[in-house]
């Protein structure tokens, strides 16, 4: 592992889950002691982002839901340590992780990196909802162009009174029967 310059401090991401039924204040407490924790160890906070109450994907210490916050910050050897006994510690921290980002972190490449990310992902969604719309459009349109089902009564569930003229729909049974029973001619004679 190669020596940081000496501008440039090691740039780090910790995700933690908190229980949900912690309170606002109690949640301000958590995210303060990290701050404190990361100007202690002569770093800045890049990045802090609250992503709300989630579903887990799997129960962590009888939880099903969690609250979510990201964090991306730079400091000395040590702070992520010093981080992470913190949030080990503290009763209603239910999972933590911390990932090593650079050894020689830039804040402002960071930030103009995941700007041109999440504009890319908003292009991406922009295209995704422009082809549901001209696939309903479509499916609008092919179903304009059947016209009206003539076997359908404007009235669902009542079907239309047969009229004198038409004659009564008779199986292929029936026929098949009356068929044979001319062929054989009549019956006990």
Not at 81 to 89: A, Q, V, Y
Not at 90 to 108: C, K
Not at 135 to 161: I, L, T
């Amino acid at each position: 592992m190669q020596n940081p310059s000496p501008g440039l401090l090691p740039g780090y991401e910790t995700t933690f889950i908190t229980k949900p039924e912690l309170s606002d204040d109690g949640l301000k407490a958590v995210n303060d002691r990290i701050i404190s924790i990361v100007q202690s160890f002569g770093g800045d906070i890049v990045l802090a982002e609250d992503w709300g109450k989630r579903k887990l994907a799997y129960r962590i210490s009888k939880e099903t839901r969690g609250h979510y916050t990201y964090v991306v910050y730079t400091g000395k050897p040590g702070v992520v340590t010093e981080i992470e006994r913190n949030l080990r510690i503290h009763e209603h921290v239910i999972r933590f992780l911390t990932v090593n980002l650079d050894v020689e972190f830039e804040a402002e490449e960071f930030k103009k990196r995941r700007a041109d990310i999440r504009a890319a992902a908003k292009r991406r969604e922009a295209e995704r909802e422009a082809r549901r719309e001209e696939r309903e459009r479509e499916r609008d349109r092919e179903r304009s162009e059947r016209g009206d089902r003539g076997d359908r009564h404007e009235k669902r569930g009542r079907r239309p009174q047969q009229s004198e003229q038409e004659p009564a729909a008779v199986s292929t049974a029936t026929v098949a029967v009356a068929v044979e029973a001319e062929k054989t001619g009549p019956q006990g004679e």
